[in-house]
């Protein structure tokens, strides 16, 4: 079992720069592939990023693709989504994820980011 925890959400303006961070708890962090999603309201819920166990290999939505960067620090427990050129499109309820082999497992609560234009 793990438990995700999210931070680092909150209002920017548009072109601004916002770091999410998102907390593991338990030991077998390092086990999982770990990856960003989000929903904005009134759509389904997408991929944006996810990071292989060490962090190796990244993989990006087209959408999010040279703008923002997923990262991982095994020993702190944590993942990372460094988020710039924010515009109003990326207005969205951002979650962690963990899992393997392209299946996420374990989820966050989410943290909201709102991007004003």
Known sequence: QVQLVESGGGLVQAGGSLRLSCAAS??????HDMGWFR???GKERE????????GGSTYYAGSVK???????DNAKN???LQMNILNAEDTA???CAA???????????GTQVTVSS
Do not use: E
């Open 26 to 31: 338990g030991r077998t962090f390092s086990r």
């Open 39 to 41: 929903q904005a309201p």
């Open 47 to 54: 991929f944006v990023a996810a990071i292989s166990r060490s």
């Open 66 to 72: 040279g703008r923002f960067t997923i990262s991982r």
């Open 78 to 80: 944590t993942v990372y």
């Open 93 to 95: 309820v951002y979650y």
């Open 99 to 109: 899992g393997s082999s392209q299946t996420f497992d374990f989820w966050g609560q």
